[in-house]
């Protein structure tokens, strides 16, 4: 089962337009990243937040992190065309190292 | 190298025969991780290799899959008797060492069981 759980499913918005991304976990982490994913081929990794951490910021991206609700959320500013993929929360747990996806946002942004 | 390199890139076999993927990770890494995407879908997790620590294989569904990693460098996805549900993108990644540190994903590969 995955860890994390991303809201919405698809999310499609206009250039210009910031876009929002919401991530649930289930289990206490250690930190929590997000992913991009463009063509259902590899992932890069954008942001990583620290569970002592509540807020991150690079460049257009501003993560958040809010351990007591277990949800972290992804805000991109001035979104791009070129900001259309599927984004992904991931979380490494304290029970082990690995790294669990939640089932991703895919984002399209209309020029 | 200069990332995690995967291949093939795309592999079509017929069902019931046995494929082998492969992934060489970041030089120096010492976690490699190995998941699976059908299309559109998120990440399942399959296995995850930790330097000398015994792999942990919760996520291999069936016993017709299994990896090894050789020196603590290559890895290789093996799936016996493949079925057409075993089509996928396989990805395969690496991390410095685990402990949720950024992982660096390879481009995949496209299996297809026909």
């Known amino acids: 089962s995955q860890q994390g759980e991303e809201d919405p499913q698809a999310l499609s918005i206009q250039e210009g337009e910031n876009a929002t991304m919401n991530c649930s976990y289930k289990t206490s982490i250690n930190n929590l990243q997000w992913y991009r994913q463009n063509s259902g081929r590899g992932l890069v990794h954008l942001i990583l937040?620290?569970?002592?951490?509540r807020e991150k910021h690079s460049g257009r991206l501003r993560v958040t992190l809010d351990t007591s609700k277990k949800s972290s959320s992804l805000l991109i500013t001035a979104s791009r065309a070129a900001d259309t993929a599927s984004y992904f929360c991931?979380?490494?747990?304290?029970?082990?190292?690995?790294?669990?996806f939640g089932g991703g946002t895919r984002l399209m942004v209309k020029p | 190298g200069a990332g995690v390199s995967q291949s093939p890139s795309n592999k079509v076999t017929e069902k019931g025969k046995d494929v082998e993927l492969r992934c060489d990770p970041i030089?120096?890494?010492?976690?490699l991780y190995w998941y699976r995407q059908s299309l559109g879908q998120g990440l399942e997790f399959l296995i995850y290799f930790q330097g000398n620590s015994a792999p942990d294989k919760s996520g291999l569904p069936s016993d017709r899959f299994s990896a090894e990693r050789t020196g603590g460098s290559v890895s290789t996805l093996t799936i016996q008797r493949t079925q057409q549900e075993d089509s996928a993108v396989y990805l395969c990644?690496?991390?410095?060492?685990?402990?949720?540190?950024?992982?660096?994903f390879g481009q995949g590969t496209r299996l297809t069981v026909v």
């Open positions: 937040i620290r569970s002592n951490e």
């Open positions: 030089s120096g890494h010492t976690a």
């Open positions: 990644a690496s991390s410095l060492n685990g402990r949720g540190t950024e992982a660096f």
């Open positions: 991931a979380t490494d747990g304290n029970a082990g190292n690995m790294l669990t």
